[in-house]
């Protein structure tokens, strides 16, 4: 049973129908860039992200991804961290600049040596490595070649993917092409807030197509390379969508904002094919003359699983006057809007509680999201890839960092995620965002996610109440019946 109160942000878990299936993967996710740090060692060269954070005025505090948590230093300490809090898997992302700096060409053996190190580590701990692509660090020379808006930027993308498949493949059996291209897309070519910076609209949604047919054709190199029994997805960060008000000119807005945040990846992914309504309410920006006979089912592949990130809902309208104000979707201070074509649809909070992302709390959405990919993906199993909260934590006077409503929040959404999967959702993981604290993109380091808390001045990792209360969840497979 779970009660909701009226604002849905608090979720009471008895404990009969808390246990999770057997089996169920406990992890934590990072990114190359948000932790790694070593950006100039071992023949790494620039991604975006290093040229981004270094121009001023892009990054909060002027922070950058140099240093990060070092962890391309403080990997074995790291991994020993994810075995003390008995997780069953660990997802991480590959740095594209590393292995393959120019974003062509021969790879880089130190750059796939460090990987092959991390992941028999993971192994030795019965850690299960979960691989993903593309966690946003493009080398910089594709960039400057064109970047996502461009059609090679996709064939490089899958060359990359059979490289780190042919050195990897024979210990990792899971695989994400790419991660939330919803952001590469629309934060780094529309609204600007995210690396490269650019602010096209039409740019936007090439890099969108660009991203889609680099999925493809980078599933299909790793197929030719990676054993059978490997599994190929992709982490989307849907929006699940509400409408302020049941009005058509509401509902209408949640539907073109449900066309430029989720069926612009699944419409090509689950169905072959752009949905019309996207390409009508784009018209005035782009063509489409992009897509290329044959890009369609070279997207379309077989998934051998979803993966879904999901933080917070988005409530929509059409714009009203009295409604005009600070952008509200969530994704950082730009005058351009990441949504192409929708400058009149108006963001709204949703009431109640916050993270300190200001990002409304509200489980049932993950409810939702996982019940809604179980109808539109029948038989594809389903991972929650990220999911987690930042807040304002700060070491107390015994050293310890106590963080209840991270617990609270983690309660709440794996309470949703047992919702879905006794509503028949085949949810097979969870990887909490995030294993450590990190650079948090455009917000540098002033947003903290991790279960681990990092003093940045001394690298000391610090777990939170939160890593105690999830290695619990892991260690009995279920929720407790209170925190
Ligand atoms: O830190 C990010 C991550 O890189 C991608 N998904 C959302 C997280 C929190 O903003």
Redesign the pocket.
Same mark, same amino acid.
């Given at each position: 049973m779970t009660t909701t109160d009226n604002t849905s942000t608090t979720t009471v878990t008895a404990p009969h129908r808390t246990q999770f299936p057997t089996g169920f993967l406990w992890g934590a996710a990072t990114?190359a860039y948000?932790i790694e740090g070593a950006v100039r060692e071992d023949g790494r060269t620039p991604s975006i992200w290093d040229t981004f954070s270094h121009t001023p005025g892009k990054v909060e505090n002027g922070d950058t991804g140099d240093v990060a948590v070092d962890h391309y230093h403080r990997w074995r300490d790291d991994v020993r961290l994810m075995a003390d809090l008995g997780l069953t898997s660990y997802r991480f992302s590959v740095a594209w600049p590393r292995v393959q700096p120019t974003g062509r060409g021969p790879a880089v053996q130190r750059g796939l040596d460090f990987y092959r190190g991390l992941v028999d580590e993971l192994l030795s701990h019965g850690i299960k490595p979960v691989v993903t692509l593309y966690? *946003?660090d493009l080398p910089q020379e594709l960039e400057s070649a064109g970047g996502w808006p461009e059609r090679d930027t996709a064939h490089r993308f899958a060359e990359y993917a059979g490289i780190v498949g042919e050195a990897l493949g024979d210990r990792v059996e899971s695989w994400v092409t790419l991660? &939330?291209p919803w952001?590469s897309a629309f934060l780094g070519y529309s609204s600007g807030v995210h690396a490269p910076g650019r602010t096209d609209p039409a740019a936007a949604l090439r890099a969108a197509h660009h991203l889609n047919l680099g999925h493809g054709l980078a599933t299909q190199a790793l197929r030719s390379v990676l054993p059978a029994r490997a599994g190929i997805g992709i982490s989307l960060?849907p929006s699940v969508v509400r409408a302020l008000t049941e009005s058509p000119a509401d509902l209408d807005a949640k539907r073109r904002i449900d066309a430029l945040a989720n069926r612009v990846f699944t419409g090509p992914l689950l169905k072959g094919a752009y949905p019309q309504d996207l390409i009508d309410d784009t018209a005035r920006v782009t063509d489409w003359s992009f897509v290329q006979d044959g890009d369609l089912a070279s997207i379309h592949q077989p998934l051998d699983f979803i993966g879904l990130?999901y933080?917070t809902p988005a409530v929509v309208s059409a714009a009203r006057p009295d409604q005009d104000g600070p952008r509200l979707d969530g994704h950082g201070a730009s005058d351009h809007s990441p949504w192409p074509a929708a400058d009149d649809i108006a963001f709204h909070h949703a009431p109640g509680e916050v993270t300190a992302?200001n990002w409304p709390v509200d489980p049932t959405g993950l409810t939702d999201l996982l019940l809604d990919y179980t109808a539109q993906a029948p038989g594809v199993p389903l991972y929650v890839t &990220?999911n987690g909260a930042a807040y304002d934590d700060v070491v107390d006077a015994d050293g310890r960092v106590h963080d209840p409503d991270r617990i609270r929040y983690l309660h709440g959404h794996l309470g949703a995620i047992h919702d879905a999967i006794r509503a028949g959702a085949d949810v097979r993981g969870y990887f909490l *965002?995030?294993l450590l604290d990190n650079f &948090? *993109?455009a917000y540098g380091y002033g947003k903290r996610?991790g279960a681990v808390y990092v003093d940045y001045e001394t690298q000391a990792r610090i777990p939170k109440s939160s890593a105690a209360w999830y290695a619990q969840v892991a260690r009995t497979g279920g929720l407790p019946a209170t925190d």
């Open positions: 990114a948000q966690h *946003w991660n &939330e952001c960060n990130n933080y992302m &990220e *965002w995030s &948090e *993109w996610f």
